[in-house]
């Protein structure tokens, strides 16, 4: 279980440089970067298949299939309505939204997996929604409201990307506790070849036009985020869905929003404000108190002994 918590906060660490890259990369625009990243993770998942551990062999068609289909819905699929949702309903309804996405993963794998006790789950998710309400106090009480049927489709596009989320989560750990679940490298890799076929549909969307000053430090990013924030990102959160119940995993990734202000915090040189000071401690403890949830109940699961027995 540490080796999967440790992954997971690695993925969610890694995750959260996407709230810092594409204001990196101005004047590029995030569907530049996007195509590049993606681009870059496919090319090095196939480069990599050139040695026969990375390969796919051994996995049925119908599996590869999925892993493909997992790379481009799960990662492109979101990204797409993730920032169509901002750019339509502004920047506080998507968020809000979006970030149910770990609560919500947790109540349908844990109604699935029955990995905690209902009464164990509960305070760990109340504190991480209580955590996002606070963090997001300021930008709710003074953003203006866009226009009423932008807001209607971007609220429906942030909740597509929610779902397309957690069906991503759920049939990636359903596939990787199996007892012949495919070996997470090339598993990894699947989902790899799959986001660049993804990214492929969004090259209309793109330009690539910008000074030459600027291409060093896009040519940078793209490298970043395709190898760290995709490819190692990728396969530490396979690991972690191997080796952790999805109602656990799936509270850890509220991490990914804390490390992402982190880093935000760092480009803009400033220290958090006091909501988000005390709404991102409120959505950690939510998930040390997740982590000590699913500790009591496994000991609890090995000793035979109830849950409130345990020290």
């Known amino acids: 279980m540490l080796i999967g918590i440790l992954a997971g906060l690695g993925t969610c660490a890694l995750w959260g440089l996407t709230f810092v890259a594409p204001r990196a990369v101005e004047p590029f625009t995030a569907w530049d970067l ?13 480069l990599l298949m050139l040695d026969e551990r990375f390969r796919p062999t051994g996995i049925s068609a119908s599996r590869i299939a999925v892993g493909l289909l997992l790379g481009g819905c799960g990662y492109v699929g979101y990204f797409v309505c993730a920032a169509y949702a901002v750019t339509l309903a502004g920047t506080v309804i998507p968020p809000l ?3 149910l996405m770990p609560v919500l993963t947790a109540l349908v794998a844990n109604h699935r997996e029955r990995a905690m006790e209902w009464r164990d789950i509960a305070l760990p998710l109340t504190m991480i ?16 409201p866009p226009a009423r049927h932008n807001v ?13 989320w957690i069906a991503y989560g759920l049939a990636n750990a359903k596939i990787m506790r199996r007892p012949d679940a495919p070996e ?3 598993w990894t ?9 993804g990214s492929a549909m969004l090259l209309p969307l793109t330009d690539f036009h910008a000074p030459g000053e600027a291409f060093l430090p896009f040519a940078i990013w793209a490298v970043v985020m395709g190898l760290a924030g995709s490819w190692l990102a990728t396969w530490l959160w396979v690991i972690a869905s191997r080796r952790l119940p999805l109602a656990l995993s799936a509270q850890l990734i509220i991490a990914e929003t804390v490390f992402g202000l982190g880093y935000g915090f760092f480009q803009d040189g400033r220290w958090p404000t006091t909501s988000e000071a005390i709404g991102c401690s409120l959505q950690m403890i939510g998930v040390a108190l997740g982590i000590r949830a699913m500790n009591r109940s496994s000991a ?3 000793t035979g002994k109830p849950q409130n ?3």
């Open 129 to 144: 929604c209580l955590g996002l309400l606070v963090a997001n106090l300021q930008t709710i009480t003074s953003s203006a």
């Open 184 to 186: 997470s490298l090339r």
């Open 300 to 302: 609890a699961k090995q």
């Open 189 to 197: 890799g699947l989902q790899g070849i799959g986001a660049a076929f």
């Open 97 to 99: 939204v979006i970030g």
């Open 309 to 311: 027995a345990i020290a």
């Open 34 to 46: 996007t195509v590049a990243r993606y681009g870059i993770f496919g090319a090095a998942c196939l």
């Open 152 to 164: 209607w489709l971007g609220t429906l596009l942030a909740i597509a990307a929610l779902f397309i």
